[in-house]
């Protein structure tokens, strides 16, 4: 009831925007192919948030605002986090995405990467049609996707501060797409050029925030809220920033020392059911103070993101790109 009509203007926009862009991607998405027509629709169908079509629509209204060529942009980053999807899911051995199973328990690890690929083609198309600045753009945020997953998996070098390895992981992995959906929105409804450093700026630090916040999540009990059984992030040998806390201190306290022996004993085991003990181990991380820890340091991303509007012009726009950063960084599913 507070909101000024300007600001309605642009929401208006943003919902008419992701209601346009929904239905383009169902037909993107078309194969005639019977197999990867199932395949490659499956997670998109599952839902999602749509964080990066949002992002893309709100720092568009900068500029021309609602386009095709914008609508496209969105449509192919969009179609690039879900092709990322079907590549973690192998890689991770998840067995659910998005309360449905994972494409590669459904169709198998060959048919889920296949899939992805195919996702990684069409997004590519989309961005061909854009020009060469957009072709450059998908091929430098890809590249940083591919370095970021593959820093994860082989892990920090030795003597690499662990911490500091992970935070880059999560800035390739998840604060590159989110940074270039920032930057699109304004680059193809053609913003001013000085606005593409503050963009550039917010999308990967609330990206990293963001991915920290899932950190936590990934610990809570109550799995029907989150949409994820606790510790699966555990379960799968991701170093997650609690833990990565919690080690740190077991180095000197013997009660951490001892919970993180009984994590780890079930890390990377997803063959069979998580055990009682490992269920309960995780309920007394998510109640440590690492995890509060971590959720202060999400927190003080998601200020720096915030910080980085400065650099925008006074507006409906700054303002709803500074309750969609607090919102990120406050969420709990």
Known sequence: MMMSPAMRRVIGEIDDGLIEIERQLIGDLEFTDSVADASGRYLLEAGGKRVR????????????????????????????????????????????????????????????????????ARASQLMANLGEKAIRLQADTFERLVLGQLHETVGPENGEDEEKHYIQVLADKTGSLISTAARAGAIFANAPDELQGPLR?????????????????????????????????????????????LRQSAQTDSADADLVRRIDAESGDLDTAASESFTKAVAELYAHPVTERTRGEAKKWAAEAIAALDGLPEGPVRDALNRFGRKLADRDK
């Open 53 to 120: 079509p949002m992002l893309i629509l709100l720092a568009a209204q900068l500029g021309d605002g609602n386009t095709q060529n914008v609508y496209d942009a969105a449509k192919a980053i969009e179609i690039t986090h879900l092709a990322s999807l079907y590549h973690d899911d192998v890689m991770d051995h998840a067995d659910r995405r998005r309360g449905v199973p994972s494409a590669h328990t459904v169709w198998g690890n060959s048919v889920a990467i296949l899939t992805g690929d195919l996702l990684f």
């Open 201 to 245: 700026e917010y999308g990967e630090k609330i990206g990293v925030a963001f991915q920290l916040v899932d950190d936590v999540i990934d610990l809570s009990p109550q799995p029907e809220q989150t949409g994820k059984v606790p510790g699966t992030d555990l379960r799968q040998g991701v170093a997650t920033l609690p833990m990565i806390y």
